[in-house]
């Protein structure tokens, strides 16, 4: 997902998609531990989609106090 993508959805739809994403980097990282995981690139894409959902909702809340000061 690319950050234009990211920056169309609502805060909250992305929040529930970080969230998504934080479980899928969870559970590749337990079958990264058993042995099951055979595409280890994915565990990075997840990493990258969840710093960019992170870096948005930042910019966004420091849009908020921005506009509050």
Do not use: C, P, W, Y
């Not at 920056?7 to 079958?31: G, P, V, Y």
């Not at 995981?37 to 990075?44: G, N, P």
């Amino acid at each position: 997902m690319k950050a234009s993508e990211i920056r169309e959805l609502s805060t909250e739809a992305i929040r529930n998609r970080l969230n998504d994403s934080k479980e899928e980097l969870m559970r590749l990282r337990f079958q990264q531990a058993t042995g099951e995981l055979t595409d280890h690139s994915r565990m990075r894409q997840v990493r990258r989609r969840i710093a960019r959902m992170l870096t948005i909702l930042n910019e966004r809340e420091q849009a908020v106090r921005m506009e509050g000061e």
